[in-house]
């Protein structure tokens, strides 16, 4: 069982930065591949970025390429999202998940997921 919450979301200008954080608890996170998924209003889920168990391997979304860099500690059980070069178009409710195998690009094999934190990007 690995229970996950998000925290670092808020209000922020085009052009700025946040970091968000994830927290997990768990015995067995690190042998979760982790990921970091977003839905804006009125839009369907999409995949952000994803980190294998190792850290060793990232995984992005064009949208968000050279702009967001998600790394993970093991150590801490946490897992971060950092967002650079905030869009309008980045605005959404982000979510941290973990999951032990399948494609890390498709929210559907996730086996736990956090309760979400707002973004907002104002421009």
């Known amino acids: 069982q690995v229970q996950l919450v998000e925290s670092g979301g808020g209000l922020v200008q085009a052009g700025g930065s946040l970091r968000l954080t994830c927290a997990a608890s768990?015995?067995?996170?690190?042998?979760?591949?982790m990921g970091w998924f977003r839905q804006a209003p009125g839009k369907e889920r999409e995949f952000v970025a994803a980190?294998?168990?190792?850290?060793?391997?990232?995984f992005y979304a064009d949208s968000v390429k050279g702009r967001f860099t998600i790394s993970r500690d093991n150590a801490k059980n946490m897992v971060y999202l950092q967002m650079n070069s905030l869009k309008p178009d980045d605005t959404a409710v982000y979510y941290c998940?973990?999951?032990?195998?399948?494609?890390?690009?498709?929210?559907?094999?996730?086996?736990?997921w956090g309760q979400g934190t707002q973004v907002t990007v104002s421009s």
């Open positions: 998940a973990a999951i032990l195998y399948g494609d890390p690009s498709d929210g559907r094999g996730y086996d736990y």
């Open positions: 768990g015995r067995t996170f690190s042998r979760y591949a």
């Open positions: 980190i294998s168990w190792s850290g060793g391997d990232t």
